[in-house]
């Protein structure tokens, strides 16, 4: 915070006013000063009220006061007599931006402080607080830089602290970070190491800033232990919260899901005296647990939206946590909160996610054509900020086949014409479609633009390098070698002693240049320095996945052949199938020959009683089909079988069940009707 000291600077008017008095206005001034340096900023309002009354237009003492209201935190209050009384707080600007600051009055204090005629080092350390509360980093980051020059007290820790971290901020954060460099920053204090941290974490570094964070505890708890030794482990592990939510992040990235939900509960059940802290665990849970989980996800986002937040969390936390609410209630298909939480979301942070949201829950619904019509009529009403939007709409194009309204969709999109990815993407497409000459001038049209802009470094030169080579690529294959050449020797004077490079070249000017092809070809290094002196090139040819010519191939095999201490391999023994019997298999009965007929077709099977009837009639049916029934009725023929009896034969266990139960089944059936007939008449 700004530190406010009691200035004091008599005139003698007001020497001269309190001369009839008892108390003489320098003794006021007298015990002011001791009530400042004591910190008993009450009896100071008190002792300043009294100067007041002696000497009205007093600046020192209404300062003094105004300084003392800010020390009670009577911001409002201070801000009110300020304004009031505005001829004595003409020069009272820094007290009034402070008062505004800390009521949260952002653009109000940033005027004053541009306006105030005094830009000593407490105007520009509050100003650099105000740009970090108004997400301005970079601007803040050059401030606390300028502030790092300038100053040399005892507040230096803290000032390079706030720097590192609004450096880390400025990255991480959709503005640029260009021209932060926070390489050379010191790393023996716990606010160093953790600030540095999260600039890796920023640039991906994730093992680097987990070990700066380790570093930065231990760190801590010597700082601790050496401020006051009867520090408690509570107060040591509150104080180490916040690092130890950086530890769990760093777990999630590198997709230890499991181990980073357990850190977040720990710090949400340890209740951090930083509210924030549960917020942003509540919130990363949730995004672990998607669609799982639903129950312990919807009490985290109640953890994540609760009251009182606005001036803990940034924008861009508070737009996270209302965005992953959302995505929350799409996973779990819970319309009617995600559509008020669409609404809020809408409401608090205009933007296309809003409208991504909605498009994505009506594909959901399968209504493909009005989620396409939505992205279509927020594209229209808002070709500026559609860049997503126009994405989304050439990826529903391309899955639907329609390749030509998805070159048209992605061409629209300005802000991202001369992008390599974007670039890549469309010289794709064109090339599908069949319109090779499109895509070579979009190539030829980008690498002008970026070449342009090189020199403000305005564009990464890796990718303008990777972006020529693609080119250069692209030419070669469609028959274009002028253009690849000029793309080729770009890439040439950037890197001269890229083989590769000379290679293409030789390829490019061989189809229309022999002779510069030629030339070229001398300058590209022989197989001896390409190679090491060590490396064996018949053992390289015999490596397995090496393909051989013919020839060496079948003078492989004719060696192979001859060779008298060929081993004949072994083909892999065939594993006999164990066969498997009935359970009920009785080895000393011979099995039941008709044992693969359908029961139908088996001696032993016979018909239902209908159908034992239904045979009996003579005269139903087809012609002939009771041709055999007298034969039933012949008593010679019935003698003729009882003489001549059938060959034995052993029947399965199966078999003899069958027969019985057929045997006894007309028995039983005959015992039924009797029954059914008793009571009748």
């Known amino acids: 915070g700004i530190v406010f000291s009691f200035v004091f600077s008599f005139v003698e008017n007001g020497i001269m006013a309190a001369e009839k008095d008892k108390v003489t206005v320098p003794q006021l001034f007298s015990r002011l ?18 100067i007041l009354q002696l000497v009205p237009d007093d600046k020192d003492a209404f300062r003094c006061k105004v300084v003392s209201m800010v020390h009670l935190g009577q911001f409002k209050e201070a801000l009110g007599l300020m304004n009031k009384k505005s001829e004595l707080s003409k020069n009272l600007n820094l007290e009034k931006a402070y008062c505004h600051y800390r009521l949260h009055q952002l653009s109000e204090a ?16 509050l100003r650099a607080q105000v740009l970090y509360r108004l997400e301005q980093y970079k601007d803040s ?11 040399d007290d005892d507040y230096v820790d803290e000032r390079e602290a706030n720097m590192v971290a609004m450096g880390a901020l400025a990255v991480s954060s959709s503005t640029s970070g260009g021209g ?10 716990y606010e160093l190491c953790y600030n540095k941290a999260c600039r890796y974490l920023s640039h991906g570094r994730v093992a680097e800033a987990e070990a700066l964070l380790v570093k930065g505890q231990e760190l801590c708890k010597q700082m601790l232990q050496d401020e006051d030794p009867d520090t408690s482990a509570e107060d040591i592990e509150d104080v180490l919260a916040l690092s130890r939510m950086q530890l769990a992040y760093c777990a999630q990235l590198k997709g230890k899901t499991d181990e980073a939900s357990k850190d977040y509960n720990n710090i949400i059940k340890s209740r951090p005296s930083d509210a924030a802290l549960a917020a942003v665990a509540a919130n990363n849970i949730v995004t672990i647990n998607r669609e799982k989980q639903v129950f312990d996800s919807q009490k985290k986002i109640k953890v994540a939206a609760a009251e009182g937040l606005e001036r803990k969390l940034t924008v861009s936390q508070r737009k996270a946590i209302a965005f992953n609410r959302c995505l929350f209630y799409l996973y779990t298909n819970q319309g009617d909160n995600f559509r008020s939480a669409v609404t809020a979301l809408e409401k608090q942070y205009p933007s296309d996610l809003p409208c991504l949201l909605q498009a994505a829950q009506l594909q959901r619904e399968k209504k493909a054509t009005k989620s396409f019509q939505l992205l279509q009529t927020y594209a229209k009403d808002h070709p500026d900020s559609a860049m997503r939007i126009q994405l989304s709409l050439a990826q529903i194009q391309l899955t639907q086949g329609n390749v030509t309204d998805a070159i048209t969709t992605l061409s629209a999109i300005q802000s991202l014409r001369h992008r390599p990815a974007l670039v890549s993407t469309l010289v794709t497409l064109y090339t599908e479609s069949g319109n090779v000459a499109a895509g070579s001038e979009l190539i030829s049209e980008t690498v002008a633009v970026l070449e342009r802009d090189l020199a403000s470094e305005s564009v990464d030169r890796k990718q303008f390098l990777a972006l020529l080579q ?11 070698p002028e253009r690849a050449v000029d793309m080729l020797l770009k890439l040439r004077q950037a890197d001269p002693s890229r083989v590769s490079v000379i290679a293409q070249l ?3 000017y061989s189809q229309f240049n022999p002779q510069k092809a030629e030339e070229l070809s001398a300058v590209l290094p022989g197989l001896s320095q390409l190679t090491d002196d060590s490396l064996d090139v018949d053992k390289l040819e015999s490596m397995s996945g090496v393909k051989q010519s013919r020839r060496a191939a079948r003078a492989a095999d004719t060696a192979a052949e001859s060779s008298a201490d060929v081993l004949k391999k072994k083909g892999k023994a065939k594993k006999k199938k164990k066969k498997r019997l009935p359970k009920n298999f009785d080895p000393d009965i011979k099995p039941d020959p008709e044992r693969w007929l359908p029961r139908w077709e088996r001696s032993t099977f016979q018909k239902r009683r209908h159908q034992k009837k239904k045979g009996m009639q003579v005269g139903k049916g087809t012609q002939g089909s009771a041709a055999g029934a007298s ?12 003489e001549s009896p059938a060959p034995a034969e052993t029947q399965s266990p199966s ?13 039983a059936a005959k015992k039924k009707q009797k029954k059914k007939g008793k009571g009748k008449w």
């Open 110 to 125: 940033l005027d004053l402080l541009k306006k105030s005629s005094s830009q000593g080092n407490a105007e520009k350390e």
């Open 655 to 667: 078999a003899a069940t069958n027969v019985t139960k057929a045997s006894t089944a007309p028995a």
């Open 631 to 642: 034969d039933k009725f012949d008593a010679s023929l019935q003698s003729a079988k009882a």
């Open 180 to 189: 932060v460099s926070m390489e050379d920053s010191r790393e023996d204090t």
């Open 470 to 480: 693609f080119a250069a690529t692209f030419f070669l294959e469609h028959k274009q």
């Open 506 to 508: 030789v390829q490019a």
């Open 141 to 151: 980051y050059g401030m606390y830089e300028e502030l790092m020059r300038n100053c």
């Open 33 to 50: 000063k001791l009530c400042g340096e004591d910190g008993e900023h009450e009896r100071g309002i008190k002792v300043a009220d009294k």
